[in-house]
């Protein structure tokens, strides 16, 4: 049985790990609304960048652009797999991973290879640990505070590479911060460029006096051709910002719970640390009485 | 003046510029192109350049761009650049430093790398930045 001084120092221990959960959960919520104010920051460019595409896409139709079209046998899979580089954060990058993995099941042809580019060491570790193709590691990105260049430098890349016929797919998979309590990963195709929809609905509303027909300059075709590789870094950076933000909010959650965990192991501890301390007293006063009694 | 239009520049990392302007002057790829108000409809690349527009107080203000996109509606301008400092907020320490790092490239890498054309392309920027700068000095 545990003594009285045993379950105090588990009371202490659990104290003091209460208070790195505790804050590290503060640490994660402010990092959080730094990460989402640049998500915030974001979304005017990309709105607008939406806007333009759509509405140059329209009226460049069927002009085939090496982005847009699909290749007929493909056998060359590129990954770019966005995780974070510090876990305790939950099931955030083991979710993460098995969105990868789920790549592989569902494109499980024979002659197939998959090779990745990571963003985040948690990823990269395990590439490294299942023995998959690693191209090129950025750590450092994720969670942290990071430019548009990040992205189009490997957006540019990646570009190159898929133009090259390095790869003939290039899928991106990161984690879609929805709440604060939710957080999907994603898979999301970023060449090549699927088909891309007209301006939605939702923007011809806002603003109704919208006029599509532009003089354009280069032609609409070139102002296109101008635009796609640059879609691609747009994809990228929203989805490393919105790993970013995701990190932050499921570490957040996480630590959260530990702090609530460590409240009720306390609780527990400290009604087991009374019942015994208790225990203790009665004895004692049994061995008085019981030595009074004697003497009498 | 008959009126004025508003001017705003994006960049992924933030709304750099959001003016009412009496006209803004652009750097597009097929030349610059000034925007007055009611100007019809146009969309166009840009350079690496300076945007320079006057304010509804008359103020000649500049902003560098490091290319991007400008969409000109009857009462608006909208730039998309990738990346875009108003003068005030070019930091010339660094401007001059990334000068130095691509001018150094430029000489060892020869003309048919990759390397070369971005490094040209550094160079234009910083040097871009650098003259911006100057000009906000003198």
């Keep these: 049985m545990a003594t009285l001084k045993d379950i105090q120092t588990k009371i202490v221990a659990v104290k003091k790990t209460k208070q790195i959960t505790r804050a590290m959960n503060m640490v994660a919520a402010s990092r959080l609304r730094g990460a989402q104010t640049n998500m915030e920051a974001f979304r005017p460019y990309a709105l607008k960048f939406a806007e333009v595409l759509g509405s140059l896409a329209e009226r460049s139709a069927g002009e085939d652009n090496p982005l847009l079209t699909p290749r007929d046998e493909v056998k060359k899979i590129h990954i770019v797999l966005c995780t974070s580089d510090r876990g305790l954060c939950g099931g955030f990058n083991v979710n993460l991973v098995s969105k990868a993995q789920s790549i592989f099941r569902d494109k499980a042809g024979v002659n197939i290879t998959i090779s990745f580019t990571n963003f985040g060491k948690k990823g990269r570790d395990w590439c490294r640990k299942s023995k998959k193709i690693i191209g090129r590691v950025h750590l450092g990105v994720v969670g942290a505070k990071f430019g548009f260049n990040v992205a189009s430098t490997e957006g540019r890349k990646l570009v190159e590479e898929y133009l090259s016929g390095t790869y003939d797919e290039v899928y991106v998979v990161y984690a879609e911060f929805i709440s604060l309590a939710r957080q999907v990963p994603v898979i999301k195709q970023i060449l090549p460029i699927p088909p891309i929809e007209a301006a939605e609905q939702a923007d011809e509303a806002e603003d109704a006096d919208y006029m599509p027909e532009h003089i354009c300059e280069p032609s609409p075709n070139e102002l296109l051709e101008e635009m796609l590789p640059r879609n691609v870094y747009v994809q990228l950076y929203s989805a490393l910002l919105e790993t970013s933000t995701s990190e932050h909010a499921a570490r957040m959650m996480a630590m959260d719970n530990a702090t609530k965990a460590c409240n009720d192991m306390i609780e527990n501890l400290t009604i087991v640390y009374n019942k015994a301390r208790q225990a203790a007293i009665t004895a004692e006063l049994m061995d008085i009485v019981g030595g009074a009694e004697a003497l009498r | ?138």
Excluded: C, W
């Design chain 2, 1 to 138: 003046m008959a009126g004025s239009i508003r001017l705003e520049i994006v960049t992924p990392e933030k709304l750099v510029v959001s003016d009412e302007a009496e006209i803004v002057m652009a750097p597009g790829v097929l030349g610059e192109f000034g925007v007055l108000v009611n100007h019809t409809p146009f969309m166009t690349t840009l350079k690496v350049g300076t945007i320079h527009y006057k304010d509804s107080s008359g103020q000649e203000r500049f902003v560098f761009v490091s290319g991007g996109f400008a969409e000109a509606l009857p009462d608006k301008v909208t730039v998309l650049a990738e990346s875009a400092e108003r003068i005030q907020d070019i930091d010339m320490e660094r401007a001059k430093s990334a000068m130095e790092r691509a001018q150094k490239r430029l000489a060892e890498t020869d003309d048919a790398a990759v390397d070369f054309t971005r490094a040209k392309g550094a160079l234009e920027r910083a040097m871009h930045r650098v003259r911006l700068a100057e000009m906000r000095l003198s």
